[in-house]
């Protein structure tokens, strides 16, 4: 018979947290592009103004240094968004309850975040709250950002828990 293992919490928050944050990157990412096409703009220089945020003006003459550097600044946002669902997943009972609904509201109550805060904090000009054009972005955020990170959030959580000792 052999004994359970003990699982190193570092360990599985990464487990939980990587994937979540990667998985919310790609479909809100996906989702973005889509809409940027839709539009007739450019996904390319879409990720451009993501590196806007740190380099200003010179984002527009980087080429594909910037462009990279804006997938991977929206790749460590959504691990952030994901680190902090994690925490209030481990801390909250009705997070766990309400997964989804949770999900949702996390997803609102993030893009509030980054409108009102994190972007005030960047080289990203000013704008109003909301922002023009803002709806599709926070459709975006209630349908994809949060309910994607709540779900893998919830699923990984509960195998951990699963396949911990009692």
Known sequence: MSSP????????????????GVACAAADISY????????????????QGIAYSVLGK??????????ALGLTLHI??????????????????????????SGVLFGALFYT????VVLRLTLMPRTTF????WVPIFIAHITVVGPVI????????GRLAASSPA
């Open 5 to 20: 293992t003990h699982v190193n919490p570092l360990v599985a928050a990464v487990s939980v947290i990587a994937p979540a």
């Open 32 to 47: 973005v592009i889509i809409l940027v096409w839709s539009k007739g703009g450019n996904p390319f220089r879409m990720l």
């Open 58 to 67: 010179a984002t527009y003459d980087g080429g594909v240094a910037t462009a």
């Open 76 to 101: 460590g946002v959504a691990l952030m968004a994901a680190t902090l669902y994690f925490l209030l997943y481990r801390t909250l009972p009705w997070v766990r309850w309400q997964w989804l609904g």
């Open 113 to 116: 975040f980054m409108q009102l």
């Open 130 to 133: 909301p922002p023009p054009h």
């Open 150 to 157: 709540a779900f893998i959030t919830h699923r990984l959580l």
